[in-house]
């Protein structure tokens, strides 16, 4: 699709929207809540095991009809259409974007297919104690070697499901996880670990990135040292080493033996790969079966984004939601809530889908853009956020929009069942809390006795917006539905403010920059002619080294 001149603030929606926003913004959500009873079943929605309820946004229906006509004015089917029929939607890498594709079972892909049979030999072998490591012992660890979606969706995912057992007979290993080019994490994880039973896994999709190969070269010398071969030792490559990229060539040359490889496409971007082989760690988490589950809950997602009016289409209204908060309320900051321990990682997932994604100020076009795009991302478990953040939500002076995450039905595993009663009540703890500071944030003091007399430094102002999500229960499927949600969330996002939100040009250049800088640390008479900073910090690095 060829980008064309951005308007959107020259609209008469857009207008619209701005008085609007102006004449409502005294509206308090407790007088939105007294003034219509039907309020929850007018914002919120139902499907795909998720429940949404955005009736504690700062929003009125004129609010929300006026913003789904923005959503049509900017061609939001055309653009849908676009991404599903494979167009270039990427256009400034001239790329489609067809992360669906991965998911959908009825689709004419076969080369998607036969990855996946190719992973589901691997995760056999694995699960059922057969991959063994060159010295004939079977794999009791694996480490995953990749960085930004590389690691932040399995990681995320396969901590989220590790109450979902993969199928009886199958072991799966201890998964490990290392990222920071630093080196701390895989310094950590190796001195935990026996060479013999160690597979690495180097998730990569360009397989250039330099974090990615200096920890996964770390990991190389270790096992090299530990098993007594050589470092390029082809039997320890065969039995130690799984390379997963987009390309294959480049796997071939570092040393991954080519039936080591498992592959996936540049329509795939980085965050949105979970559901390619970089998924592996999932897979090795709950079986193929449940990464299947996982794939057609994501699907049913994207279903449901394809056929559903706006008014009732989930990625959709959360889109609307958050750009009336962040373009008209001016609230340009969210915190992601999980009160479900398993979603812990959750926050920093979307922090990577989102912020890369649409931290944006260039339109299609090529224009600056002339209103805020991204909001600032951010968040932890809820039971830990309340001792840390929640004071400055309740009592602090900017407005923040909330988003709640819970689960209906939690410890229905046969795992838990002699602890059943203790751990069930504990989940009922947890979402009477999310319950209680979701409705706290909302309705601030009205919340409390009509007749309670609090002084200032006790009184809560409320008019925090949030949105809950509950899942009926957090398996494969519905994370995967909750996943895909995101994902078509920040499109329908992107389609509105005209950006692209699929390349990250802005993370790029410092990796150019940090070339130079290395050799500057190396050799600190390199700097002159550089900002008075770099060079003072390269020359007392440089001190301190020696």
């Known amino acids: 699709m060829e980008p064309k001149q951005d308007v959107l603030t020259s609209t008469s929606t857009w207008s619209q929207l701005e ?6 913004k005294s509206t308090h959500v407790a007088d939105l809540f007294a ?12 499907d795909c ?60 892909a076969p080369e998607v297919q036969s990855q996946l049979d190719i992973m589901e030999g691997m995760v056999g072998r694995i699960l059922h104690g057969h991959w063994r490591g060159v010295l004939g012992d079977a794999i009791t660890d694996v480490v995953n070697v990749g960085v930004g979606g590389s690691e932040l969706g399995p990681l995320m995912a396969a901590f989220a499901l590790q109450s979902a057992q993969p199928h009886e007979g199958q072991t799966r290993p201890r998964l490990h996880f290392a990222s ?36 996964a070269n770390t990991a190389r010398g270790w096992l090299a040292r530990g098993l007594g071969l050589a470092y390029t030792d082809e039997a320890m490559m065969r039995c130690h080493f799984i390379g997963i990229s987009a390309e294959a060539d480049r796997m071939t040359e570092w040393g991954i033996v080519p039936v080591n490889q498992l592959l996936f496409w540049d329509w795939v971007g980085g965050r949105y790969s979970l559901w390619s082989a970089i998924g592996l760690p999932i897979a090795l988490t709950v079986g193929m079966v449940g990464f299947r589950e996982l794939l057609a809950g994501a699907h049913d997602m994207d279903s449901h984004f394809r056929v559903r009016p706006w008014t009732e289409n989930i990625p959709v209204m959360l889109a609307l939601v958050d750009v009336w ?22 926050p920093a997932y979307l922090e990577q889908l989102e912020m890369e994604s649409n931290g944006k100020s260039v339109s299609r076009a090529g224009e600056p853009v002339d209103y805020h795009t991204c909001p600032v991302i951010w968040g932890e478990v809820g039971p830990n956020a309340q001792h840390a953040f929640f004071q400055l939500l309740h009592q602090g002076t900017q407005p ?147």
């Open 180 to 215: 920071s080019m630093d080196g701390s994490q895989i310094s950590q994880a190796l001195q935990e670990l026996n060479p013999r039973t160690t597979l690495i896994l180097v998730s990569s999709k360009s397989f250039t990135t330099v974090d990615t190969l200096h920890n």
């Open 325 to 346: 908060n962040i373009n008209f309320l001016d609230i340009r900051t969210r915190a992601v809530l999980p009160y479900d321990g398993r979603l812990k990682h959750l």
């Open 49 to 108: 095991q998720i429940l949404a309820d955005f009736s504690k946004q700062r929003m009125t229906p004129a609010a929300r009809d006026l913003l789904v006509k923005l959503a049509e004015e900017r061609q939001l089917s055309r653009w849908q259409d676009a991404l599903f029929a494979g167009d270039l939607v990427n256009c400034t890498e001239q790329r489609s974007a067809k992360h669906w594709l991965l998911r959908d079972p009825g689709a004419e």
């Open 35 to 46: 003034t219509n009873k039907e309020r929850f079943e007018q914002f919120s929605l139902n």
């Open 19 to 24: 008085h609007l926003a102006e004449k409502e």
């Open 400 to 546: 923040v929009a909330s988003e709640f995450l819970m689960t209906a039905r939690r410890y229905t595993e046969a795992v838990h069942s002699s602890a059943a009663q203790e751990l069930e009540a504990q989940h009922a703890l947890a979402n009477a809390n999310c319950l209680a500071q979701s409705r706290l944030l909302a309705l601030g003091d009205r919340a409390l006795e009509p007749d309670l007399s609090l002084p200032a430094y006790k009184r809560y102002h409320g008019n925090q917006p949030s949105t809950t999500l509950v899942l009926d229960e957090l398996s494969p499927r519905t994370l995967g539905a909750l996943l895909a949600m995101y994902e078509h969330k920040v499109f329908v996002q992107a389609v509105i403010w005209g950006i692209n939100p699929f390349d990250q040009w802005g993370v790029e250049l410092g990796k150019v920059i940090a070339k130079d800088m290395l050799e500057l640390i190396a050799d600190p008479s390199r700097a002159e002619g550089l900002d008075s900073s770099s060079r003072a910090l390269s020359r007392h690095i440089a001190k301190h080294r020696q």
